[in-house]
């Protein structure tokens, strides 16, 4: 792989216009925005970028956007999310995105039709052993309705082409377990609010909301300066200024908009319907964000 996956990878919500198209120009400023606040990895299309949502041609595009843009600058990892609801969807979009030059894609399992651990080994299976990308195992229980555990994440770590884990679940009981269990045979990298229990126990670093970027970046520079202090107090501040909400709840896609709009002063756009955001999500922030920004 070109670049290696570590330090802070943003995870980018896919800019709309009002009339729901994509909007180059916000995608493009998102990706320098990422950069030039320290991330050294972006992924295209991923959950909060909905994937799901795009038409074929539209996800195509936005990887293309988001990979050029990425080329501008050095040493900057791409990662594209691959996913689809049938393994034979997820392969079409690994290959596309080898194809035009991607470092690695993240993938999680099908997520309409419930899987069994075997369609789930199975679907990693296929994909990683097609060889057209890295593969980056996506852990979203709330989403994909499949539930890893971590002597299931040792099975995965086995399969040739598997080379990272992409955490969202916070629990500290289930990461150590995950942590010994995976043994360092592949690269965890954490979501935002766990990411300093993450990098205690030997984290890659973290896939993270395009929000949380900045604030992602100087807890870990805190935390490879031995300022434990200091990096303790970005995650509790991080973890209030952006409270757990959650794939389940209501007004939470729309919500990762309005914020990723407010923090990088980029208009992102609505959700697709028929998600929305409450009202007042953008005032609610800006009374939480000054906490948050005084200790970075």
Same mark, same amino acid.
């Given at each position: 792989?070109?670049?290696?996956?570590? %330090?802070?990878?943003?995870?980018?919500?896919?800019?709309?216009?009002?009339?729901?198209?994509?909007?180059?120009?916000?995608?493009?400023?998102?990706?320098?925005?990422?950069?030039?606040?320290?991330?050294?990895?972006?992924?295209?299309?991923?959950?909060?970028?909905?994937?799901?949502?795009?038409?074929?041609?539209?996800?195509?595009?936005?990887?293309?956007?988001?990979?050029?843009?990425?080329?501008?600058?050095?040493?900057?990892?791409?990662?594209?999310?691959?996913?689809?609801?049938?393994?034979?969807?997820?392969? #079409?979009?690994?290959?596309?995105?080898?194809?035009?030059?991607?470092?690695?894609?993240?993938?999680?399992?099908?997520?309409?039709?419930?899987?069994?651990?075997?369609?789930?080994?199975?679907?990693?299976?296929?994909?990683?052993?097609?060889?057209?990308?890295?593969?980056?195992?996506?852990?979203?229980?709330?989403?994909? #309705?499949?539930?890893?555990?971590?002597?299931?994440?040792?099975?995965?770590?086995?399969?040739?082409?598997?080379?990272?884990?992409?955490?969202?679940?916070?629990?500290?009981?289930?990461?150590?377990?995950?942590?010994?269990?995976?043994?360092?045979?592949?690269?965890?990298?954490?979501?935002?609010?766990?990411?300093?229990?993450?990098?205690?126990?030997?984290?890659?670093?973290?896939?993270?909301?395009?929000?949380?970027?900045?604030?992602?970046? #100087?807890?870990?520079?805190?935390?490879?300066?031995?300022?434990?202090?200091?990096?303790?107090?970005?995650?509790?501040?991080?973890?209030?200024?952006?409270?757990?909400?959650?794939?389940?709840?209501? %007004?939470?896609?729309?919500?990762?908009?309005?914020?990723?709009?407010?923090?990088?002063?980029?208009?992102?756009?609505?959700?697709?319907?028929?998600?929305?955001?409450?009202?007042?999500?953008?005032?609610?922030?800006?009374?939480?964000?000054?906490?948050?920004?005084?200790?970075?």
């Amino acid at each position: 792989m070109p670049h290696e996956l570590r %330090g802070i990878i943003a995870m980018l919500v896919t800019p709309f216009t009002k009339e729901y198209q994509l909007d180059e120009g916000a995608l493009r400023a998102e990706v320098d925005w990422c950069i030039e606040q320290g991330a050294n990895g972006v992924v295209a299309t991923p959950s909060i970028g909905e994937f799901l949502h795009l038409s074929e041609a539209e996800r195509l595009r936005a990887f293309a956007v988001t990979l050029e843009q990425a080329r501008r600058y050095q040493n900057i990892v791409t990662v594209a999310m691959t996913s689809g609801a049938t393994t034979l969807e997820a392969l #079409k979009f690994a290959r596309l995105a080898g194809e035009m030059g991607y470092d690695a894609q993240q993938l999680i399992p099908p997520y309409y039709w419930r899987c069994g651990e075997e369609e789930v080994y199975r679907h990693y299976r296929m994909v990683a052993e097609a060889g057209d990308l890295p593969v980056v195992v996506y852990h979203n229980p709330a989403l994909s #309705k499949f539930h890893m555990t971590p002597k299931f994440f040792g099975r995965l770590c086995g399969i040739s082409g598997v080379v990272a884990i992409k955490e969202v679940l916070t629990d500290l009981q289930h990461l150590e377990a995950l942590y010994d269990e995976v043994g360092g045979r592949v690269k965890i990298l954490q979501t935002f609010r766990a990411l300093l229990t993450g990098l205690m126990l030997g984290a890659a670093g973290g896939f993270i909301n395009v929000f949380a970027v900045p604030a992602a970046v #100087k807890l870990l520079q805190a935390f490879r300066a031995g300022d434990i202090a200091r990096a303790v107090e970005i995650q509790r501040r991080l973890n209030r200024c952006f409270p757990r909400g959650g794939e389940e709840t209501l %007004g939470h896609l729309g919500t990762t908009k309005v914020t990723a709009s407010v923090v990088t002063g980029i208009d992102m756009g609505p959700a697709r319907p028929p998600y929305m955001a409450p009202a007042d999500a953008a005032e609610r922030l800006r009374q939480r964000l000054p906490e948050l920004l005084e200790v970075l």
